[in-house]
């Protein structure tokens, strides 16, 4: 046991969840006084009751048993749904009508991590919220009571609630990759229901993650649904992380659509229904999504990347969708606003499955030469000071906006360069897009001057 009044590890109060190395900075002792605060300020806020979830990994039963301990120690109920996707936990708060819950999950992280993303009545907790569950801890600003401790099983509700919203005009066969994650315990039974033929890869629970991480973001981890998709007559391969919140897509031939132009399509469906609706997407997106929103009807709203504050954008807007360069998307129309990769791709199959071959409509979305994310790795710290220096003194020759919503996205006439300080690792995250190769090469070249400018020497992958 460590010294319960020693303060929390800050290391794993990140932006938008709690992360960090099971055994090291994230110990059972201090989930369970992460839970005692979170249950204390589930009281403040006039709730009863937790639904807890876990992912696939190791550590989750012993980590869920601790968080729950703390929780009921603050006179709040836990309720236990099991080892189920991040989204299903989200979907327990609203079926369960307890309006709170946890997922204990370590999203895409390697296997020795995990974390904790947290709802308090509808409210995802992100930035001084989280920071402030360690300054109750620290402090001793606890709740006392005995809570209780029950178990609940919304898996079957989830699957009958979407198999109620979504249908297929047609039944389509997917190569499917869950990557061993948790998408695995439910995916399958939910897209056979939705009428799909399943080529499953890797849909088998396993928190060692044995074949290849579950991150659909990163290119390597789709090699596998490509082969697949070359050697069987599968129409279109989709893929998820390790707790089911994202949503990666490839087409028959091997490309990958990327989640900003997966939004284009969505958006085009939505406003069919939601005319005049505003479309939030990230920083990172596309520049070809704002003139295809409105060009659908619809009012284009770029914000902050991160799921939790993407969520609270969403609440305070009322717009019916929104989604995330990394795969996050959000269908506050038809579903409840949170972030679900199972769900995405149903949504995506209900579209694709109008079209005698899906394929050609993801072909045909509007496409420009870009550049994947790109990462400056640094000291923590080191890249907020870097992309402050970027603002108060970079040089940006040609451009005809500067935007510092988050970190700093500079607009061209033929294109855009991007570079924002990531909330979650010590990295500054890059990406560039043109309407030319040529282009991209002129604004690539205007950054690394502009970024050694201010930071001499610095290491640039680009």
Known sequence: MSNPSAPLPTEIFKAYDIRGIVGKSLTADVVRRIGHALGSLAAERGQTAIAVGRDGRLSGPELAGALMEG??????????VGCVPTPVTYFAAYELGCHSCVSVTGSHNPPDYNGLKMVVGGETLALEAIQELKARSDAGRLRHGRGQRRSADVTAAYIERIVGDVKLARPIKIVMDCGNGVAGAVA?????RLGCDIVPLFCEVDGHFPNHHPDPSKLENLEDVIQALATTDAELGIAFDGDGDRLGVVTKDGEIIFPDRQLMLFAADVLARVPGGQIIYDVKCTRLLAPWIRQHGGVPLMWNTGHALVKKKLRQTGAPLAGEMSGHCFFKERWYGFDDGLYTGARLLEILARAPDGNGVLKGLPNSPSTPELNIKMAEGEPFALVDKLKAAGRFDGATEVITIDGLRVEYPDGFGLARPSNTTPVVVLRFEADTPAALERIQAGFRQAITAVW???????
């Open 71 to 80: 929780i009921c120690a603050a006179g709040i109920d836990a309720i236990d």
């Open 188 to 192: 399958p039974e939910l897209f056979g």
């Open 456 to 462: 001499p020497g610095v290491a640039l992958p680009f």
